[in-house]
């Protein structure tokens, strides 16, 4: 299968001829199944009377696959094309290697330029990526060197702690030469020992193929399912008996995840299992291939009368129920029905195999252990039997549910349909039918219950029944947080208002990962606040306040445990800027300016621990630091002839309508100094007004056709600075 890649675009080919390849590879395929078949046929033939064992087979097998590794790993120079400003990629090439964390190290190579220039240059970057960055993108820059003219490069670098893999960067700068790298290899910076060989190229093996079974251990993929196994074991720790129950992986894992991801699967099907049912259910999973394998032995070394025919199917069949399981312990095949039935037909095909050839084990009467042992027991179990008319009443039972299922399923079709139509009546009926149908789906009864809660004339009774409905949803399903989330916005909408906030946290302490949760938790104290206001009840309207302002260090905390932390989305955030406009203005402000603030900088909303202010971005990370000072940005020019630029989140503007700007600065300078720009308004920086002592203002009055998708204020400060608020406000 490998050959049609050798001739595809994949292995780097600009002559791509896949088909050539398909060719070639089937007719290697029909010589090498000619070669083994002869084998096989040679056992019979010459085996025998030179006495040689099976194991023969093996020999010219492994010589043969030995010769391949040897000659594929046969290394060549690299050679870099000349760059080109136009594009293309034959002037770089890039090499990850694995090293130590913690030590020294130095990168040494041989360089030679096919033409003597003055303007013959090469750049080498080194840098180091941990698991988070494997997974999630990024680097650390350990170094980078550029030379001219060299003839060996000698480059020292120190691998930080936690690094899981160091890159290295060629790169060919001139454009009139190419250059030729060799004997790159990584020394001990301390000791000088060469520690390893690079190889940057291979003879027969091109550098696309050869880079897929590189690094595996440290591949995205690999630390992906070490992931999944450690989650998978945080589960099974805490509930190590009996499992947690079946689909328990796909509703728990969000709960124990390091960071969030929506894989329903374990990835390993004995994890799986394991979570599940426990140790009890990996026992008894474990078991059963013990005892085919025992079968198999038994079939093996016991049974008389040699069947070649029997012994190819039931080998046949057991290296295919092995393959199975030991691929379902890297993927998610076994949690395919398809893959799951021809697993248990194999299963049952080996086993009814075994049951018709069944190999006589005579227990000795000396006493000694032989074949009196273990797999005399074991060959000698009585066979389980039972009415074959309580196991067809049994199946007919278990038949009855999907039945069920599957109908309800059809009348919340029709209840969709219904729905999408406007016709609430209809709609009513279908999902009351389908609740009924499966009183275990928490869905069909949050469905129900909101279509009972939204009609104009809610009745006494159907209050109650919608109550009824979702404090079954919440116990039915109380480790799903997408069913907690809906149970605590049907609470709130039955003025429960306690319960709904409860069930939202519950449903962040399911899924804490999952940054609509945390909205929606602000949301609801943000709409309440607003209701107890309007109602003159400012002490519930301060509760409400406080406990959403809080929201923000609670996600923060969460976030410490995440891999690939969250930051609030815009919505969020505007929620949580209205509420701080509040919190600054509560014994001052009118309900109707509220709704008119478009953006309030709160400087140390910082969830993701990255010490940049999560309103706001860097655009140009090599001219320009953002950092937070105790309560305050700090902007600093890293160059001080080319100040790059800060923007703020998306704002949501509105064509036809007036705002004013207004940014504090704590360090006056000359307005000449701050600069902004709104994309679709400026063509290029315009300068802020300066309106007083460290005060910057701007009014801008925005088009009827103005395009407000993507909009956002982006500054260029000329000086370093500390920012202390930044208010954008519809006038």
Known sequence: SIIPILFSSLSGRSDSNLWLGIVLGMILSLIFTAVVEGLFKLRFKVMLKLKLKPYFLFIPVAVAVVAILIITSIPKELELGSYNPQGGDGYYFEKSIELQPGKEYKLLFDVSYMNNDDENSLTVSVSSRDKANIMFGGDSRLVEVSENNSDTLEIPFTVPQGSSIVDFKFVNNSEKSKVSIDNAKIVDSKTGKNLKSIKLGYKYLPDSVASRFQNLMVSRSFIQRQIYLNDGFRIFKDNWLLGAGGGAWSVLIFAYQSYLYWSTQSHAYFL???????????????????????????????????????????????????????????????????????????????????????????????????????????????????????????????????????????????????????????????????????????????????????????TKEDFETAKRLVDEAEKTDKYNAATMENASILNIKMSMFDKGIELVDRAIELRPFYEQGWQLKINMHYQLMMAYLKNGDPENARKHLDLALETI???????????????????????????????????????????????????????????VPDQWTIVQKERVDLSISETNILVNNIKDNTPGSVETRSISFEGGKDYKIELIIDNPEDATDVLYFIPGLHEDFVQLEKAGEGKYLANIELPSDFNTANTYIRFRFLKDLLIKSLTVTEI
């Open 553 to 611: 260090n609670n996600a923060k905390t969460k976030n410490e445990e995440n891999m690939d932390p969250f930051v609030f989305s815009e919505k969020t955030m505007e929620y949580l800027e209205r509420l701080s406009y509040i919190n600054d203005n509560f014994e001052d402000f009118a309900l109707e300016q509220v709704d008119k603030v478009k953006f309030l900088s709160i400087n140390e909303m910082d969830i993701d621990s990255d010490n």
């Open 272 to 458: 799986q299992v394991t979570v599940e049912t426990g140790i009890l259910g990996l026992i008894i999973l474990v078991m059963l291939l013990l005892s085919i394998i025992a079968q198999f032995i038994m079939d093996y070394k016991y049974k008389e009368e040699e069947d070649i025919n029997y012994r190819v199917v039931q080998g046949t069949l057991l290296t295919s129920i092995l393959g199975m399981f030991l691929h379902s312990c890297l993927d998610f095949d076994l949690s395919l029905s398809s893959v799951f039935l021809l697993l248990w037909t194999l299963l049952a095909l080996f086993n009814s195999g075994y049951r018709h050839n069944k190999p006589v084990v005579v227990k000795k009467n000396d006493g000694s252990s032989g074949k009196s042992g273990l797999l005399f027991r074991l060959n000698n179990l009585k066979a389980f039997n039972t009415n074959p008319i309580v196991m067809a009443v049994l199946s007919f039972v278990i038949m009855i549910m999907p039945i069920l299922f599957a109908t309800a399923s059809s009348f919340e079709g029709k209840y969709q349909d219904s729905m999408a139509a406007g016709n609430t009546d209809d709609a009513l009926k279908y999902i009351k039918n389908a609740e009924s149908l499966d009183a275990f789906n928490a869905d069909y009864k949050i469905k129900y219950a909101d279509l009972l809660l939204s009609g104009e004339n809610i």
